[in-house]
């Protein structure tokens, strides 16, 4: 007998136990109070400390990565738990691991799913709370010239969500050779006696080294979207890991594997490299062209760091447009749609310049 779709879905289905935030003094659930940069109860306003994984944030030996990611089991489907506040059946998609309770709105983190990978290193606490983050999505919308002034009169800015995503970071020295071509310019009559300039070009090689302190790559399934929010102060604000701060908001799972995120890492520090060798080649000449770069990296560690955002969504003419800001320095990216009109109209004022222009200068 076939299995249904249904049937099959059910079985990727596991129960997982959770990890809650319920305050010892009156039941009320315990968050990270942004304003205060304090775990207290939502409630009572008790404080109380957060329990680490770890007394430091801790850097990876990247060498020993593939061991250690096999020696951890790896999580698939769906997860169901019951939350232990109010006994409400929470389901965690495959790339979440905490998320509030419909029912009750405690905090429910999946320990399986949270443990089933490389664990957190350390985390980012937000600093920047759901009011403000509204406040600079507002004044962001203002400041687009060619969006229309209807959008942004109506524009939707309810259903923010604040969610941590996870990140890797690397630590690297890189040392490069590259070959190109280095340019002296000098000046030369035309047949017409006018003067132009004329480049010479001469091969050229050279060795360039840099060391590199926390390229950020993204192991989420957002990691095409989320470069415009970019950076993060990952080399002074990572707090070490705790689930605490976790209470109240979305954390994902990573889907991109460290030893994939070093390839992204890797094109990131050759770009540097490459310029660097520009600059190398331009100490003694006046115009660079980098052909080639061989590269060998060494001294490489990592960590997995959870990081903050705001996120929504908002329609117009039938369209949805996406936004992130950033959960600790307030930088706001996202699409927005543009009025044909003032494109137009843009294009015609700059006609009219050139031909005013054209037309004095007879």
Known sequence: MATTPDVQEQQKEVHVDTETFICQNCAGIMKFNIGKQKFECSACKAEYDLETLSDSVKENDFSLYHE????TTPFEGMAVAVCQQCGMEISFSESQFSTTCPMCGSTQVATAKQSAGIPPD?????????????????AWVKSRWFAP???KNRYAEGGLAGMFLPFWTYDAY??????????????????DGKERTVTDWYPVQGVVSASFDDVQICASQKEESIGGILPYGTTSNTKPFSAGYLSGYYAEVYKIKADTGFESA???MESKLRSLAAKDIEKKYDRSDVQSLSTKFSRVTYKHVLLPLWSSAFGYNGK????????ETGKVSGDRPYSAIKIALAVLSFIAVVATWYMMSQ
């Open 68 to 71: 250690r990611e096999k020696a």
């Open 122 to 138: 350390g985390v980012i606490p937000f600093k920047i709370d759901k009011q403000d983050a509204q406040q600079r999505f507002k």
């Open 149 to 151: 002034n209807d959008f």
């Open 174 to 191: 890189a040392v490069s050779r590259y070959t190109g071509r280095g340019g002296k310019n000098r000046k030369e009559k035309d047949k």
């Open 266 to 268: 890797k094109t990131i």
């Open 320 to 327: 949805t447009y996406n936004y992130m800001i950033n959960g």
